[in-house]
C-alpha cells in the first residue's frame, strides 16, 4: 500500500470520525448539527469508504458503505481523497445534488471548526470545555491511526505481528476520554470504551498530560517517572503499541 492510499484510510477512518465528539464537546458544532437529519457517504472507486450520519443532533461515523445516503461523494483515487482533505479537492457528487448548498456552506463550517482544533500549533476556539476539546481529538485521532497503521503500514505490522492477545486500556482521568484497544492476530481494533478486563494500562492523571506529551511539551518516559502517566499490566505491550503511536506523526501532521 503506498502512501496517498495509507493515508486516504488514516483521514476515513482516524481523522473523520472526531466529528462525532466534536458535535458531543463543542457547543458551537452542536447548535449547527441540531437541526441536520442527512447522512453523508465518502468512497474511493473500488477502495476504502466511510460515511456520517447527523440525526437528533448527533453525529455517527462508520466504515464502509451506507445504503441510501442522502448524499454520496466520491473520488477516483486516494490522491483525490487526500486533496478534499487539505482543502484542495472538489469529490464527485453521485447523490445528493440539490444538497450540494448544504454542503459546501453548512458541512463546511463543521470542518473548517474541526481543522481548527486538529491543526497543529493553530489558533483554537475560545469557551467552556475548549480547552479539553483539542487533546481529547487529538489522542482518539493517534489511537485510530495506529490501528490503521498497523494493519496496512509495514513496520507497524511488524511490530504488530509480535503483540499477544490482548486489551489496552488508555484512559484519561477524572472524566475520560476511555478507550479501548483489543489487540487479536495481530490485528488493532480501537473502540471508544472503557475496557472491561485490560491486560495493561496506560492513564493519564488529567488531560493536560495528554496535551503536553501531544504538543510535545514532555516526552512519554519523564511523563512515567513523574507520575502523570501510571502504566499498569503487561509492560511490553504499551511499549510495543507505543512504537506504533510514534508512527502516525510520519503520515499525520
Known amino acids: 500500500m503506498n502512501r496517498q492510499e495509507l493515508l486516504a484510510r488514516l483521514n476515513l477512518y482516524a481523522v473523520l470520525q472526531n466529528l462525532e465528539e466534536l458535535v458531543r464537546l463543542d457547543q458551537t458544532a452542536a447548535a449547527l448539527v441540531k437541526p441536520w437529519d442527512v447522512s453523508l457517504q465518502f468512497g474511493i472507486f473500488g477502495g476504502p469508504a466511510a ?4 440525526a437528533g443532533g448527533a453525529c455517527k461515523h462508520g466504515r464502509g458503505r451506507r445504503p441510501s445516503p442522502t448524499v454520496s461523494l466520491a473520488f477516483v483515487s486516494a490522491a483525490h481523497l487526500n486533496k478534499m482533505f487539505d482543502g484542495k479537492g472538489i469529490p464527485i457528487p453521485l ?7 448544504w454542503l459546501s456552506k453548512e458541512f463546511s463550517k ?5 481543522t481548527r482544533y486538529l491543526r497543529p500549533n493553530g489558533a483554537v476556539p475560545v469557551g467552556e470545555g475548549c480547552g479539553r476539546i483539542r487533546p ?8 485510530f491511526a495506529a490501528g490503521e497503521l498497523a494493519a496496512h503500514e509495514p513496520t507497524c ?14 484512559e484519561v482521568l477524572p472524566d475520560g476520554p476511555r478507550m479501548q484497544v483489543a489487540v487479536v492476530d495481530g490485528q488493532l481494533r480501537v ?31 519523564r511523563a512515567v517517572a513523574e507520575g502523570r502517566i501510571m502504566v499498569r499490566g503487561m ?19
Open 51 to 54: 460515511y456520517l450520519e447527523f
Open 95 to 101: 447523490r445528493g445534488l440539490m444538497r450540494l448548498g
Open 110 to 114: 463543521l470542518t473548517d471548526c474541526l
Open 136 to 143: 481529547t481529538l487529538m489522542l482518539q485521532t493517534a489511537l
Open 157 to 170: 505490522r511488524q511490530i504488530a505481528a509480535r503483540l499477544p492477545t490482548s486489551v489496552l486500556a488508555v
Open 191 to 221: 473502540e471508544k470504551r472503557q475496557a472491561d478486563h485490560p491486560t495493561a494500562q496506560m492513564i493519564f492523571r488529567d488531560i493536560g498530560v495528554v496535551s503536553d506529551l501531544l504538543e510535545k511539551r514532555v516526552d512519554s518516559f
Open 235 to 253: 509492560l511490553p505491550i504499551i511499549d510495543d503499541f507505543g512504537l506504533i503511536l510514534d508512527r502516525v506523526e510520519h503520515y499525520l501532521s
